[in-house]
């Protein structure tokens, strides 16, 4: 089982819609949570970190269930500029390293 | 601009040749980690370093492979000998340390061999 799993996609979603995926993370012990974005051919760039209350950064939302122990991203108003693929991170107390998902490819479609 | 730099942007190696990848962290991290990223795929960590150590490298290949983060100057991820399957975007991103913290990306180095 791998240790931190997400939908690959692609989300194909219409411009304006609200889209959301989940990540999933196996040892119950983890202890930070961050969202990034990577556009292709490109670095991956810190979306937002992810707080047992919950965040939020304008249109995007970003939940913690520990109990089921998955991280949500949430994307309100898509906008064509959201395509990326979304990459969840999970860091554990043990494990100094942060451990990646492959991502979720997301298609925002006019 | 303080963030983490790489150099080159863009490499290519004929086979059998050697490449070396640099990479200085943002200013006030000592935490650097090596990413590899072949087309169509997600990132696969490579090897975690701090200044003098090498903390893990266990997405390390034990051949060719082998990377340093020296006292003064920046990261170095050596390749030897290189072959047809090492092309990819490598990337390296550093933190201040520590679980909590988020790590912060260059713009990655993309490697051709001929």
């Known amino acids: 089982r791998k240790e931190v799993e997400q939908d690959p996609g692609p989300f194909n979603v219409p411009e304006g819609a609200t889209v959301a995926f989940n990540c999933t993370y196996s040892n119950s012990a983890s202890q930070s949570f961050f969202w990034y974005r990577q556009d292709c051919r490109k670095e991956p760039k810190l979306l937002m970190s992810?707080?047992?209350?919950?965040n939020e950064d304008g249109r995007f939302t970003a939940q913690l269930n520990r109990a089921s122990q998955y991280i949500s991203l949430l994307i309100r108003d898509s906008k064509l500029s959201d395509s990326a693929t979304y990459l969840c991170?999970?860091?554990?107390?043990?494990?100094?390293?942060?451990?990646w998902g492959a991502g979720t490819k997301l298609i925002i479609k006019p | 601009n303080a963030g983490v730099m790489q150099n080159p942007r863009h490499l290519v190696r004929r086979r059998g040749q050697e490449a070396r990848l640099r990479c200085s962290p943002m200013?006030?991290?000592?935490?650097v980690y090596w990413y590899r990223q072949l087309p169509e795929e997600g990132l696969k960590f490579m090897v975690y370093?701090?200044?003098?150590?090498?903390?893990?490298e266990s997405g390390m290949p034990k051949e060719r492979f082998s990377a340093e983060f020296p006292k003064e100057g920046p990261s170095i991820l050596r390749i030897q000998q290189v072959v047809r399957g090492d092309s990819a975007a490598y990337f390296c991103?550093?933190?201040?340390?520590?679980?909590?913290?988020?790590?912060?990306f260059g713009d990655g180095t993309r490697l051709s061999i001929l």
């Open positions: 370093l701090q200044k003098e150590n090498i903390i893990d």
């Open positions: 992810v707080y047992s209350s919950g």
């Open positions: 991170v999970v860091g554990e107390d043990s494990n100094y390293q942060l451990i």
């Open positions: 991103a550093s933190s201040p340390g520590g679980v909590y913290q988020p790590q912060h």
């Open positions: 200013k006030g991290h000592s935490h």
